[in-house]
């Protein structure tokens, strides 16, 4: 940098493309004896619960069955909608907007995601859209702000937070997945009560509840929902639970006592068995072909790999991953890759996407978690050359035979691809797919 005031070098650094070198290939000293193994479609057991067919209407319905007797005739709501890419998540929202106004409510819709979009309205607004909730398709109004207002206090002093449309409404309901969480584990995880303490309350509010350990983490989200019940601002909640196959098994509705209370919890232990699960517990290689803010808040999520790489939070013992390849990232994403520091490879391609500063906004509200999670991987020409790094650096002689495994993503894991090593190993049930 000697001779460049800080200005203009980091005007250069945004004009370039810091791995050019890598794009155009470089003299990589591979052992000759690293081939990258072919592999086998391999079609899963999963647990299949029955599936709903009307989404639009199961919302809908559990909205008017749940909170009739909570919502009053020209009441205001502001309905939670989140940057995940929750199945059905348009006739989710559809459904409850449609539920509310059969009760005599007034909804709008709030982008509640914490820091999520690069924490500006604009793209908290731009997620939502990527994701297909425009206002014609969820028949309601969006309005996006980053302000915020303090609504509430824990006994220890820690400031209730809500985005200032969702102050200015007479009541508030998440919509969300309740599905275990990436950064800490507790009788409440991801879910209505994470999106009404966490995602409403903005960028300050997310931040305040990670910028503490797992432990902590658990006991704010726990202590912030009976501060924000207390205030009477929320409603309830509608949530939903997925299959590992992606499908709507169970939409739910809460009132403000559910939401945090003994029913949340309930549907958090069911939606835990349906994780979708890695079925080998040792794995020499394993391969995402995709990763994204829609897919997990940690791009990748770490209850399927095994790693969640925060003090205080263990890793899982099964399945043992040697190294991960992750070969892209979603275009929902816009560059925000908080997680990417689980993976140990990827291609010049995926690095040329990456917002570093949508990233690092993420990781800064993320707090400890955001730490290991956000280093660079090895950055090598392409996927070929990321396959043959973690081949040749996964703890394996290189004559001896490598597990691999490759997946779409960590989202809906019906089906993965393995090496000739792993076929001894396969699951009870699970079966080779045929050409």
């Not at 425009?134 to 006994?155: D, H, L, N, Q, S």
Request: charged fraction near 20%.
């Amino acid at each position: 940098m000697t001779g460049a005031t800080p200005e203009l070098y980091a005007r250069r650094m945004a004009s370039a493309n810091p791995w050019e070198q890598l794009s155009k290939g470089i003299n990589l000293p591979f052992n000759p004896g690293i081939v990258v193994p072919d592999l086998h479609e391999i079609t899963l057991t999963i647990p299949t619960p029955e599936a709903i067919v009307d989404v639009a209407s199961a919302a809908r319905f559990a909205v008017v069955e749940c909170l009739a007797n909570d919502v009053t005739a020209g009441m205001t709501v502001a309905v939670g909608a989140g940057s995940r890419g929750l199945s059905d998540r348009v006739d989710v929202l559809r459904g409850t907007i449609i539920g509310l106004r059969d009760l005599g409510a007034d909804p709008f819709v709030v982008p509640a995601m914490g820091s999520h979009g690069g924490a500006t309205a604009d793209g908290q607004r731009a997620m939502l859209e990527a994701l297909g909730m425009t206002e014609a398709a969820i028949g309601a109004e969006i309005r996006a702000t980053m302000e915020t207002v303090e609504v509430a206090c824990t006994p220890d002093g820690m400031p209730l937070y809500l985005d200032r449309h969702a102050a200015s409404a007479d009541r508030i309901l998440p919509v969300n997945r309740v599905k275990p969480h990436t950064c800490f584990h507790g009788p409440i995880e991801s879910g209505c009560t994470k999106m009404a303490v966490v995602g409403f309350g903005k960028q300050p509010g997310a931040a305040q509840i990670h910028a503490c350990g797992p432990v902590e983490m658990r006991d704010r989200l726990l202590r912030g929902i009976d501060a924000l019940r207390a205030t009477g601002r929320l409603l309830g909640g509608i949530a939903t639970v997925e299959s590992a196959n992606g499908e709507v098994v169970r939409v739910r509705g809460f009132t403000a006592t559910d939401v945090g209370g003994q029913a949340e919890r309930e549907l958090l232990n069911f939606a835990k068995q349906l994780v979708p699960a890695l079925p080998f517990p040792e794995i020499d290689v394993l391969v995402i072909e995709q990763g994204g803010k829609d897919i997990s808040g940690t791009t990748m999520d770490p209850n399927v790999t095994g790693r969640f790489w925060i003090h205080g939070l263990d890793d899982f013992s099964s399945p043992r991953v040697a190294t991960i390849v992750l070969l892209d990232i979603t275009a929902v994403s816009g560059g925000n890759v908080l997680g990417i520091g689980l993976a140990d490879f990827i291609p010049a391609s995926l690095a040329n996407t990456i917002d570093w500063e949508k990233t690092y906004v993420n990781c800064f509200t993320a707090g400890p978690s955001g730490v290991r999670r956000s280093r660079m991987p090895m950055v090598l020409p392409d996927e070929e050359a990321c396959m043959k790094a973690a081949l040749s650096m996964c703890g394996r002689a290189v004559t001896e035979a490598k597990k691999v495994v490759r997946i779409r993503s960590t989202l809906h894991l019906t089906r993965c691809w393995v090496s000739d090593a792993l076929l001894a190993d396969l699951p009870a049930g699970a079966t080779i797919a045929r050409a």
